[in-house]
């Protein structure tokens, strides 16, 4: 079965600090990966996704994630953090044998002025 | 990117109540979901929406406290039935498309206090 692990439930970071959430996932097969970002009030967004091209993905509002096999990583980054990024961001897994998704848990990212 | 309507956004109800979510996807789904996401938490699914037959549910999700329907492609409802405190909750309605990098859709979401 996939899992995904979010490390750190909170995070924070000033305003114009590098933007880092941690993601790991368990597969036996290569997955697709996915980040999606959910901001107060609403659903959620797809942010980026990673499905077997470049290991490195740039997403919309500046975030980027890369895919690293060897650590079973897909940390999601972002230069400078925006006022506008507070928000919960979840990883998720696909797994294609089995059209199954799975969610991590979700990190809440607070930006402080 | 396809395009997901949900209503009602936000609903306040009574204990012992029922209340209908109602999810309008474009052409562009075929596979059609429904989550919970309980306060500060991350999503749970609750079933598969299957079109012109009963729902595929997860397991501690049944089908006499969620019923789904979804007559066609583009359409489906969830029903929270004989609601109680602990189903306040939001709501949400995602959908797959028919490409194989498995992307899901999301709608805004259905916010659900029972009081």
């Known amino acids: 079965a996939q899992s995904v692990t979010q490390l750190g439930s909170h995070v924070s970071v000033s305003e114009g600090a590098l933007v880092l959430l941690r993601c790991n996932y368990s597969s036996s097969v290569p997955p697709y990966l996915f980040w999606y970002v959910q901001y107060p009030n609403q659903g959620l967004q797809l942010l980026l996704k990673?499905?077997?091209?470049?290991?490195l993905v740039k997403g919309i509002n500046g975030f980027e994630a890369e895919f690293k096999k060897s650590e079973t990583s897909f940390h999601l980054t972002k230069p400078s953090a925006h006022m506008s990024d507070a928000a919960e961001y979840f990883c998720a897994v696909f797994s294609p044998t089995g059209n199954q998704f799975y969610f991590g848990t979700g990190t809440s990212l607070t930006v402080i002025p | 990117s396809a395009v997901i309507s949900q209503k009602p956004s936000r609903d306040i109800c009574q204990r012992g109540t029922s209340l209908t979510i109602q999810c309008q996807v474009d052409s562009q789904v075929t596979m059609m979901f429904w989550y919970r996401q309980q306060p500060g938490q991350s999503l749970t699914l609750i079933a598969t929406?299957?079109?012109?037959?009963?729902?595929?549910?997860e397991s501690g999700f049944v089908i006499d406290k969620f019923p789904i329907s979804r007559p066609n492609l583009t359409f489906s409802t969830l029903t929270v039935s004989n609601m109680s405190p602990e189903d306040s909750s939001i709501y949400l309605c995602?959908?797959?498309?028919?490409?194989?990098?498995?992307?899901?859709?999301f709608g805004e979401g259905s916010r659900l206090t029972v009081l």
């Open positions: 995602s959908g797959q498309g028919a490409g194989n990098t498995g992307e899901l859709f």
């Open positions: 929406a299957n079109q012109g037959s009963e729902a595929t549910y």
């Open positions: 990673y499905t077997s091209a470049a290991t």
